[in-house]
């Protein structure tokens, strides 16, 4: 069996020497980092993810710090989304658009200080956009990568194990809100988000040589909540309808091709990088094609490429990712599909590595 060999160009992470004691089942490379795929199983640690709480080592969510007196309206022009609500109690998704409105990023904006903002990204190389935009284009403000590792608490017990680590006004964070709280002696950001619809924490632990003291004393703290290591769920994230960016959309789509069209402002599109682009999307009518829930039938194994849809042969749209879902009983799938075939109950074909499969679009993800 093939494995992964971490260099300096695939890094370990402040986390790993907790997450290898844990049983690390596989990894996958992620910003240039290592990240885990399963422990038990993709399925047993579904269904443990469900019940109970895991600490998930997310590291490789890098931040893109830019800071200065211009860094605002940097970070303004990179997306489509007005950034009026962000603040240091408040964090918002925000796509990253090309200058024809192609997507390249999906991270979350974080303001981390005065003139102070982090952009935790998905698997791309921003923070050479970044870079290349804030040199060419005048800005005062400086970018860079902080020493800031992300580690994530997720599940329906999230919450009352955060209390025990960080205090009970941890409950008083909001969905996408933010706060400092301090452990142990430090002072770090912690976001009520995540990558799981279970509800949870991320947690910005500034500092690699903070990360397996924190790692430790949530899972002390978590014995009697049958708290377990635990990574971003591939059969949980379909089935909550969770996009992975380089999978299910990529630079080819514009985020309202891939449903993220309440994040792009009107009033934005003629200040930001394929704003242009976008507003003719809009006018003329909305996207051809766009992300939709499907049902696979039959017997699938993993979907490791783009899998195309067919309708009496000719392709109408692919899906990157698919699962079987124990809890639903059914295989799920993301597609991106063309308009003329994305109705709910629509039947299409999709090529699989394993054969061809009949499929049927759906309504609504399985959330």
Not at 63 to 82: E, F, H
Not at 129 to 139: D, P, S, Y
Not at 249 to 260: I, K, Y
Request: with cysteine; hydrophobic share 40%; aromatic share 8%.
């Amino acid at each position: 069996m093939a494995v992964i060999s971490p260099n300096r160009r695939v890094r370990k992470t402040p986390f790993s020497v907790g997450v290898e004691a844990a049983g690390v089942g596989g990894y996958t490379v992620y910003n240039h980092m290592l990240l885990p795929t399963f422990f038990e199983s993709v399925e047993a640690d579904c269904a443990h993810l469900k019940r109970h709480v895991q600490v998930w080592d997310v590291s490789c969510e890098r931040q893109v710090q830019i800071k200065g007196p211009d860094a605002r309206r940097l970070l303004q022009i990179l997306t489509p989304r007005d950034l009026a609500r962000l603040s240091p109690d408040r964090c918002l998704y925000v796509p990253i658009t090309d200058q024809g409105g192609g997507m390249i990023n999906d991270p979350v904006a974080l303001q981390a200080g005065p003139d102070t903002y982090w952009v935790s990204i998905a698997d791309s190389d921003l923070l050479l956009w970044v870079l290349a935009i804030a040199g060419t284009g005048g800005f005062d403000a400086e970018v860079c990568e902080p020493d800031v590792s992300p580690l994530a608490v997720q599940g329906p017990k999230a919450e009352d194990l955060m209390a025990r680590v960080f205090g009970d006004t941890v409950r008083e964070i909001r969905f996408f809100g933010c706060k400092r709280l301090t452990f142990g002696g430090q002072n770090w950001i912690v976001a009520r988000s995540g990558w799981s619809k279970q509800g949870g924490f991320e947690i910005y632990v500034e500092g690699s040589e903070h990360g397996m003291e924190l790692w430790s004393a949530l899972f002390a703290a978590g014995e009697d909540l049958n708290v377990r290591a635990g990574c971003p769920n591939n059969i949980e994230r379909i089935e909550s309808g969770l996009l992975s960016y380089g999978s299910d959309m990529t630079r080819d789509n514009t985020p309202l091709e891939c449903g993220l069209d309440r994040y792009v402002s009107a009033n934005q599109l003629g200040h930001c990088f394929g704003g242009r682009a976008l507003r003719e999307q809009i006018e003329a009518g909305g996207p051809e094609r766009q992300i939709r829930p499907i049902v696979v039938e039959g017997e699938i194994g993993p979907c490791t490429g783009s899998w195309p849809l067919l309708s009496e042969g000719r392709e109408v749209g692919q899906v990157a990712s698919a699962a079987f879902s124990p809890e639903f009983g059914v295989n799920v799938a993301i597609g991106m599909v063309e308009r003329s075939h994305w109705a709910p109950g629509t039947r299409i074909e999709i090529e699989t590595e394993h054969g061809m499969r009949r499929a049927v679009v759906q309504e609504r993800f399985w959330r």
